[in-house]
């Protein structure tokens, strides 16, 4: 994906801690591992339930080749981390030092005298720009590097189509939103870092209530799930946590991947619930609501709003770092570039730079926001759906591109969900304080 630009980057912020069950920045790809759930060995009669035995005993499941495969997935993602980071600086250093940021500046200036309309031409011209100078990275990243795991359902050509799609929309946002921005910084000076902050969280908040009706779409075709046991058994776990839907969606998602994904949005009468086909063909009936109780968690908890309050806090904070930032480097460099007042659009690779070192320096910080939030959707899921087997099954299902079982320090800092061991674990805690209930059963993992 394309992480140059600062919308991105924090578009990709929200998006990134948004309430889906799958991890996915966008159409991708991914197989589930094959789990056989019945094979899992009985309760031995008389023997008390061990939580932590219980927890090994799933992570058990997934072992030989497809853990190492998953894991050589995942742990690749911290490298492209810094990869992504690294090249999107050479790419603002590209623009910068030989003066092309400064040319696409002028060429503005002479479409038209006016500042205000000369930010959106610049913008245009840079995301365009900048999207082709990433675009073997993109493409590696996106389509061979998920090909080469089994993760991909689509051909390169579909996928390039959804890439084209997703550029459009980065060039209206982008255009729309730094045009903003820099008028922002030229009316309020010292303090645009404030209102820059205020209108990316008027913008988020946008988008975040457009995506499921507007952007969605565009990817994938949503139609009304059936009439089935399994619906009525949704609205009725919707209708007992208060969320006002009466219909149910499913979307073609295995058009571009396997990954088991749902969620509950909307609100002010467009609350919907949708699930994807991945999970309704591989994931059982109690998965299903397994997996929908974690999603409702989500929608009553108002996560959206949570979000959106503490992005606007990590933007805050980044905003005020490119600013102190950009008076020192062009300090040094703005006459090489040609450079000098951070009204001046030709400085917005000097902002996306800093922008992007800042992410990556906030990336245990923008991942706990989002772990801490996906820990509470599961604990609020499993006191709806009480089907803490079922729970675990299903992030088994999910390994085959999460790794399973990471050390404390790396969940700390790359994973934005718990891992499935976290996750898994607070399960089995849960089904042992549970274990006198009549509808939990002990089974069907062994407590050897
Ligand atoms: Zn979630």
Do not use: C
Request: glycine share 8%.
């Amino acid at each position: 994906m394309n992480k140059i630009l600062l919308l991105i980057a924090l578009m990709g912020l929200l998006l990134a801690g948004g309430p889906a069950f799958a991890q996915q920045a966008g159409p991708s790809a991914a197989p589930t591992s094959s789990i056989d759930v019945h094979n899992l060995p009985p309760l031995a009669s008389g023997k008390p339930f061990d939580p932590q035995k219980a927890t090994m005993a799933y992570l058990a499941q997934v072992g030989g080749a497809a853990r190492v495969r998953s894991d050589s997935y995942f742990e690749g993602g911290y490298v492209l981390l810094f990869v992504d980071a690294f090249y999107s600086i050479a790419v603002s250093g590209l623009l910068l030092w030989f003066r092309i940021s400064a040319r696409m500046r002028t060429f503005a200036q002479a479409r038209t005298r006016l500042r205000f309309w000369q930010v959106p031409i610049y913008v245009a011209q840079y995301i365009v720009l900048t999207a082709v100078l990433s675009l073997p990275l993109t493409i590696y990243e996106g389509f061979f590097r998920e090909r080469s795991y089994g993760l991909m359902n689509q051909t390169f050509l579909s996928w390039f189509g959804d890439q084209t799609i997703l550029l459009g929309l980065t060039l209206v946002a982008g255009v729309v939103l730094l045009t903003l921005i820099y008028s922002a910084i030229r009316r309020t000076k010292r303090n645009w870092w404030l209102w820059g902050t205020a209108i990316v969280t008027a913008f988020n908040t946008i988008l975040l209530i457009i995506a499921p009706v507007f952007i969605a779409p565009l990817f994938n075709h949503y139609s009304p799930l059936p009439q089935s046991p399994l619906r009525s058994d949704i609205l009725s776990m919707a209708r007992a946590n208060g969320i006002p839907a009466d219909n149910v969606y499913l979307s073609d998602a295995s058009r571009q991947s396997d990954r088991i994904s749902a969620n509950v949005s909307g609100f002010l009468g467009t609350t919907r619930i949708t699930l994807n086909d991945n999970l309704l063909r591989h994931g059982t009936h109690d998965e299903v609501l397994a997996v929908l109780g974690h999603e409702m968690g989500h929608y009553v908890l108002d996560h959206g709003l949570r979000l959106l309050l503490l992005n606007a806090l990590v933007i805050v904070v980044g905003f005020a770092f490119v600013n102190w930032g950009f008076g020192v480097l062009t300090d040094f460099f703005g006459g090489n570039w040609d450079v000098r007042t951070i009204d001046d659009p030709a400085g917005l690779p000097v902002l996306a730079a800093l922008a992007t070192i800042f992410m990556l320096l906030a990336t245990p910080v923008t991942n706990a926001i989002s772990r801490t939030t996906e820990i509470q959707a599961d604990m609020f899921g499993i006191n709806a759906a009480r089907k803490p087997d079922a729970f675990s099954t299903a992030i088994l299902k999910v390994s085959s591109y999460r790794k399973l079982d990471p050390s404390p320090w790396e969940e700390a800092i790359f994973y934005d969900h718990p891992s499935g061991h976290t996750r898994i674990w607070e399960m089995m805690q849960w089904k042992a304080g549970h274990l006198n209930d009549p509808d939990i059963k002990a089974g069907p993992v062994s407590p050897q």
